[in-house]
């Protein structure tokens, strides 16, 4: 370059012009498909090798080589079967029902687009009937059962679910022991039970009902059957029913006035009780062999009670009449003045059958066979001496109907 100069010479100047290559860089991004890149004020779109050149006011510009690796983003299928009642947690959701879930997830560069399935598996239930016989029990997850009732345990299933099982426990009543009635009158026993229609019944004697008769048997053998393979048996004792006849046994009868009168009932202690009345005229008035104290004419009840339970009652008169009794005087004076003029026996309850007078050397003075016999001191007509004669009397005690004999010493005096 050429410049004129001040003393009209011009001035050369000359220059010397170097070309340097544009200064350049490689860089590499890796991008999500559909991401852009904002790179020294040039917006990047798509994978591939990008060139931009940056132009700077004080010096060279320069040329970057961008390359761009575009990432597709990640998507993940999954299924999840849950258990009917439970949830997981996607996100920030609780999810407890059935479809299709969608959500995003952070990745390490691009999201990660998360498919998910939830199933929903059922519960299983189940149920069971269980019948259980008197007395027996049934093991219930860990626990012994013998009432009846509903029972639900809770197991998981092979699929890992719950499963929630019923059993319904049915127990099958045992019926109250049998029991019995005695039948006095028809002399017979009784028998009966109170089952339930689930049990078949069968008597020893071949009844097959709820209720049976026994005659003459001391023992009654009853077998008791009910699904599933329930027996119970039971043997019953019965009592012996009596037979007897009180009125044959105890009748009206007449005692004498102030005795004790014995009673004996031909019965074994051991079944029976025994109740006299009045009590207080019995020696014992609960025994079978008593004694009855008798002052005047009572009525005497009794009443019996057996083992059976079989009751009787009976009764009978008993009449108290008054102790024979015969009085003889010890001396008469037959001189008619009105006072004991007649030698004669007094009596109550008897009956004279002979009454004879002897002298002292046995000689018969007087004899009557009458019911009222009476001496007035005479002899074949003439009046006896005075002096000791003896009596001798034959009489029937009306009480008890026998004969006695009394004799002794009488005094005939003037």
């Known amino acids: 370059e050429v ?3 001040t003393n009209t010479c011009d001035s050369t100047q000359y220059y010397v012009v170097e070309v340097t290559d544009l200064p350049s860089a490689s860089l590499s991004y890796e991008l999500c498909e559909g991401d852009s890149l904002f ?5 990047l779109i798509g994978g591939g090798v990008h ?7 004080d010096g060279c510009d320069t040329l970057y080589e961008v390359t761009i690796t575009e990432h597709q983003p990640l998507s993940i299928f999954d299924t999840l079967q849950l258990c009917e009642g439970d949830s997981v947690l996607i996100g920030d959701n609780w999810l407890s029902k059935a479809g299709w879930y969608y959500d995003t997830l952070p990745g390490d560069l691009c999201p990660v687009y998360s498919n998910i399935l939830v199933g929903i598996l059922e519960n299983s239930y189940t149920d069971t009937l269980i019948t259980l016989c008197p007395g027996d029990s049934v093991l219930l997850g860990n626990e012994w059962v013998k009432e009846p009732g509903e029972y639900i345990h809770l197991y998981n299933n092979a699929i890992g679910c719950d499963s929630l099982h019923r059993s319904l426990v049915n127990l099958i009543a045992m019926p109250p022991p049998p029991d019995y009635i005695v039948d006095c009158e028809a002399l017979e026993v009784q028998v009966w039970i109170n089952a339930t229609p689930s049990w078949e019944i069968e008597w020893s004697n071949g009844d097959t009902s709820l209720q049976s008769t026994y005659v003459d048997k001391d023992t009654a053998y009853l077998s008791l059957s009910a699904d599933p393979d329930c027996v119970v048996d039971y043997q019953l ?21 102030g005795s004790n009168f014995s009673l004996e009932l031909d019965l074994v202690a051991a079944e029976w009780e025994v109740y006299w009345s009045p009590s207080s005229l019995f020696s014992c008035d609960t025994c079978l062999q008593t004694n009855l104290y008798v002052e005047e004419d009572v009525r005497v009840e009794v009443f019996l009670v057996h083992i059976s339970g079989c009751t009787y009652e009976a009764h009978f008169q008993v009449k108290a009449e008054a102790a024979s009794q015969i009085y003889v005087p010890n001396a008469f004076s037959p001189n008619d003045d009105g006072v004991n003029d007649y030698f004669q026996a007094f009596g109550n309850k008897i009956k004279i059958n002979s009454f004879k007078i002897f002298d002292r ?49 009488v005094v005939l005096i003037e």
């Open 3 to 5: 410049y004129p100069g």
């Open 39 to 43: 790179f020294r004020g040039e917006w």
């Open 51 to 57: 060139d931009v050149k940056v132009s700077v006011l």
């Open 237 to 257: 004792t019965l009592p012996s029913v009596p037979d007897i006849d009180l009125p044959f046994i105890l009748r009206d009868t007449i005692v004498q006035k």
């Open 361 to 409: 050397w046995g000689g018969i003075m007087y004899e009557s066979d009458g019911s009222s016999p009476s001496w007035d001191g005479l002899t074949a007509g003439k009046k006896a001496s005075t002096g000791i004669y003896v009596y001798m009397i034959t009489y029937t005690d009306l009480n008890t109907g026998k004969e006695k004999v009394i004799s002794g010493d």
